[in-house]
């Protein structure tokens, strides 16, 4: 087993590890992350898929499904940075095990939730061990293939959460429909359990923090660089939220497409974040502010469509894959900025950039239930979300950290 530089290294500017910092494997070691990334998406993503389903199953309405999926981003937001915090010392291996096994097990607790209570505290217990993951598969990959291609390490890992909108969340969709949502759910688990045996195999040792603590992780958060770049991903970052939690209801109910239709919009719309996801990670590489900018401008942009012909059929297809396309390509500039703003702990910044990102699941998701339940149509969340998204506008422009 390989072992890596530790996680910190007092003087690197900016968390400019050492180049000649791999690991023996490094692409098989991507290949664990992104198949985990994949289970992670799949969980996430996917439960805007069976959401129908669930309703029947569960004798409950959409707004009411909405709340788990609200509750899946809380758990995020949640576990995010106390786990990077709390267990900052932990060797990145020994970490990013434990958290594949919490995924596993709490995905098969989903499948089992008799009620849409009991899959509230579900899908709350399974968003615990996301962002800690995913922040240190991003800190691992990093290392292994150098920090001068960051933002293809991030691209890739997150193409295995686009992967899971493209075909995942569609095949969840389908199976939902023909076998029922639990077994969607089932789904879920093996593939985390895949991504568990990769990453035993293949992950390298990386000691964790040198000397971490609380005070000495908590210092990583302070400023308002990073507390602009953290509420400018959650609201900017909410229009997803607000716009995927509810859109295979926005298809069907709203503009009266069927369920096979209705699964490739979904693999359309997985597509566009792939597109995203690589056209984000290359221009990242160049400037990140750059990439922060025209993302977010092409996600408002969307949104804007969106509300305007979010009854006409077709052309909401065309603004749903748009906004896959903008939102990824921001995403991937989100990350990279966080990871730079708390260079002291980059992955506590990776981890942190995805409870940022679920932060506005809540906001954008929970905003959504709101108008849905008050009546208002499937079409609301998207107004709601452009008003979000044009703050993220503002402060990408003006905030700390963006200003050039």
């Known amino acids: 087993m390989t072992s890596l530089p530790p996680a910190s290294e007092a003087g690197t500017p900016r968390w400019l590890l050492p180049r000649t910092a791999h690991a023996a494997h490094p692409a098989l070691v991507l290949a664990g992350f992104v198949v985990a990334g994949f289970a992670i998406s799949l969980s996430q993503g996917g439960a805007s898929g069976v959401i129908q389903d669930q309703v029947r199953d569960l004798d409950t309405t959409v707004d009411m499904i909405g709340w788990t999926i609200v509750a899946y981003a809380l758990g995020v937001v949640i576990g995010a940075p106390l786990i990077m915090v709390g267990l900052a010392s932990w060797n990145r291996r020994r970490l990013l095990l434990t958290m594949s096994a919490v995924f596993v097990a709490t995905s098969a607790l989903t499948a089992l939730a008799p009620t849409v209570e009991t899959l509230f505290l579900a899908r709350l217990l399974a968003g615990l061990p996301h962002g800690a993951l995913l922040g240190s598969a991003a800190y691992v990959g990093v290392l292994a293939l150098g920090v001068e291609k960051r933002g293809k390490v991030i691209a890739t890992i997150m193409y295995g959460l686009t992967a899971a909108i493209v075909v995942g969340v569609p095949a969840m969709q389908w199976i939902s429909v023909q076998s029922g949502w639990r077994v969607a759910f089932w789904l879920v688990a093996a593939v985390g359990l895949a991504g568990f045996a990769l990453m ?121 894959v748009l906004l896959g396309v903008f939102i990824q390509t921001f995403s991937q500039a989100a990350q990279a900025h966080l990871m730079d703003a708390t260079h002291t702990s980059p992955s506590l910044g990776a981890a942190i950039s995805h409870s940022a990102l ?33 703050v993220a506008v503002v402060l990408v422009f003006v905030g700390p950290g963006y200003r050039r």
């Open 200 to 320: 035993w195999a293949f992950v390298p040792s990386v000691p964790g923090t040198h000397g971490a603590g609380f005070r000495t992780e908590l210092a990583a958060l302070r400023g308002r660089v990073l507390w602009t770049a953290i509420l400018t991903v959650t609201v900017g970052f909410a229009g997803l939220g607000a716009v995927q939690s509810y859109m295979v209801p926005l298809l069907e109910d709203t503009n009266g497409f069927a369920p096979p239709t209705v699964t490739v919009v979904l693999a359309l719309f997985g597509l566009g974040m792939t597109a995203g996801a690589y056209v984000g990670g290359r221009l990242t590489d160049r400037s990140v502010l750059l990439t922060s900018r025209v993302g977010l401008i092409g996600v408002a942009v969307t949104l804007l469509m969106l509300g305007l012909v979010g009854s006409l059929g077709w052309p909401v297809v065309v603004a749903l």
């Open 358 to 390: 679920n932060a506005a699941t809540v906001v954008g998701t929970g905003l959504g239930a709101i108008v849905i339940g008050a009546g208002l149509g499937f079409v609301a969340p998207a107004w709601v979300a452009l008003v979000l998204a044009l």
